[in-house]
């Protein structure tokens, strides 16, 4: 069964280092998401992306924040310059229809910034 | 801001009972609803979506919708100990084009 896939699954930073948490999304899928998931709280949507551009994004998603996709396979989440409250579980997910329609998550990537 | 507000449970049922979880949401335009579910430390896994007013089964589980009273719920027939975990509703549509999530509800299966 297909599956997005994330990497790195655990990341270690120092604050204000910046870190790039890298996702494969389901291949036939067109639209890609990060959420973010701070220990005990609820699962929060950071962006939403679409044909190569950004196609809706959260007040969390500042300008320390950065999404790419380089290639026709690989989607990455950048922190220019990691706080302390960025520590959390990132995940990844994929839709093949409309955006939020029945999305797909990664296993996701554990921040932790130091 | 729009919400999806559940209770945080814990809700502790037996093997072999129903388990009922519920959901409200603001915003009385969403068109779509979906449960999740996440194990503790894992991600969250797709188990039902529902998009008109009414029931809809599958397998074990049960959405209900009703979009009047702006209200979704999960029904777990049989629940076993393999159900526990947090269970997450969401919402997508209205005024904000993404997926919302409530905090979840997390449940315990008693052997």
């Known amino acids: 069964e297909p599956e997005v896939t994330q990497t790195p699954s655990h990341q270690v930073t120092q604050m204000g280092q910046e870190v790039i948490l890298r996702c494969v999304p389901i291949s036939n899928h067109l639209y890609f998401y990060w959420y973010r998931q701070i220990l005990g709280q609820k699962v929060e949507f950071l962006v939403s992306?679409?044909?190569?551009?950004?196609?809706?994004k959260s007040e969390i998603f500042d300008d320390q924040f950065s999404v790419e996709r380089p290639d026709g396979s690989n989607f990455t989440l950048k922190i220019r310059s990691t706080k302390l409250e960025d520590s959390a579980m990132y995940f990844c997910?994929?839709?093949?229809?409309?955006?939020?329609?029945?999305?797909?998550f990664g296993s996701g990537t554990q921040l932790s910034v130091l | 801001q729009k919400e999806v507000e559940q209770n945080s449970g814990p809700l502790s049922v037996p093997e072999g009972a129903i388990a009922s979880l519920n959901c409200t949401y603001s915003d009385r335009v969403s068109q779509s609803f979906f449960w999740y579910r996440q194990y503790s430390g894992k991600s969250p896994e797709l188990i039902m979506s529902i998009y008109s007013n009414g029931d809809k089964e599958d397998g074990r589980f049960t959405a209900q919708l009703n979009k009047a009273s702006q209200y979704v719920s999960l029904l777990i027939r049989d629940s076993q100990p393999s159900d526990s975990a947090t269970y997450l509703c969401a919402v997508y549509g209205g005024s904000q084009g993404n997926l919302i999530f409530g905090k979840g509800t997390k449940l315990s299966v008693k052997p």
């Open positions: 992306f679409y044909n190569n551009e950004i196609s809706e």
């Open positions: 997910a994929s839709s093949e229809h409309r955006a939020g329609e029945k999305l797909f």
